[in-house]
């Protein structure tokens, strides 16, 4: 199975794919490009499975030929981890209709849960998985929190069954946000 980790630059799909790997990981330049990227493996109970740590993108809308090059990777994986910064939750949504448009197994992962809890945001988990249909994974990927749930929820990805106006993207991702986010201003800790 081949596998690729999906998010939007600085969000640690890097600090995750390094969890996920370990030290079995080749670095690579897409065929015909200097693009790089990453690839290694990990174990689930059942099998041996491919990563591949996809460039950082905002937008399957591309701007450039990093992201041509991660929107034509989407197209070779079986199933997408699409990591999200849980401190900018309302940015990394947009990414995540997109990818739920694309209709492939996916697994959502909310990355630095810890750093939003210190600052005072707090995000519904399984309301966000109502709403998307779609499992999603707190983690702290610097310390390891949640990457065992990780492993064991990938034989759980599907393709949402969430349905929406392409064109109402954005007041999608507010009702979304209001539905599942609460922000309490406070120092962090």
Same mark, same amino acid.
């Given at each position: 199975?081949? @596998?690729?980790?999906?998010?939007?630059?600085?969000?640690?799909?890097? @600090? @995750?794919?390094?969890?996920?790997?370990?030290?079995?990981?080749?670095?690579?330049?897409?065929?015909?490009?200097?693009?790089?990227?990453?690839?290694?493996?990990?174990?689930?109970?059942?099998?041996?499975?491919?990563?591949?740590?996809?460039?950082?993108?905002?937008?399957?809308?591309?701007?450039?030929?990093?992201?041509?090059?991660? @929107?034509?990777?989407?197209?070779?994986?079986?199933?997408?981890?699409?990591?999200?910064?849980?401190?900018?939750?309302?940015?990394?949504?947009?990414?995540?209709?997109?990818?739920?448009?694309?209709?492939?197994?996916?697994?959502?992962?909310?990355?630095?849960?810890?750093?939003?809890?210190?600052?005072?945001?707090?995000?519904?988990?399984?309301?966000?998985?109502?709403?998307?249909?779609?499992?999603?994974?707190?983690?702290?990927?610097?310390?390891?929190?949640?990457?065992?749930?990780?492993?064991?929820?990938?034989?759980?990805?599907?393709?949402?069954?969430?349905?929406?106006?392409?064109?109402?993207?954005?007041?999608?991702?507010?009702?979304?946000?209001?539905?599942?986010?609460?922000?309490?201003?406070?120092?962090?800790?």
């Amino acid at each position: 199975m081949k @596998v690729l980790l999906i998010g939007n630059p600085n969000v640690g799909k890097s @600090v @995750v794919f390094n969890r996920l790997t370990g030290m079995d990981v080749i670095s690579s330049n897409y065929p015909g490009t200097t693009i790089d990227f990453t690839r290694g493996y990990f174990k689930t109970p059942e099998e041996r499975v491919e990563l591949i740590d996809v460039p950082g993108i905002y937008s399957l809308e591309p701007t450039c030929k990093a992201e041509e090059i991660a @929107v034509a990777m989407i197209n070779e994986g079986d199933l997408l981890i699409n990591v999200l910064d849980a401190t900018n939750l309302e940015r990394s949504l947009n990414l995540t209709l997109q990818l739920i448009n694309h209709r492939k197994p996916l697994l959502i992962v909310l990355n630095l849960f810890d750093e939003a809890k210190h600052i005072g945001i707090s995000i519904d988990i399984g309301k966000l998985e109502a709403i998307l249909d779609a499992p999603c994974i707190p983690t702290c990927a610097l310390t390891g929190e949640g990457i065992k749930e990780l492993v064991s929820k990938i034989k759980s990805a599907r393709i949402p069954g969430f349905v929406f106006n392409g064109s109402q993207r954005w007041n999608e991702i507010g009702k979304i946000i209001r539905d599942v986010q609460e922000i309490k201003h406070k120092h962090h800790s």
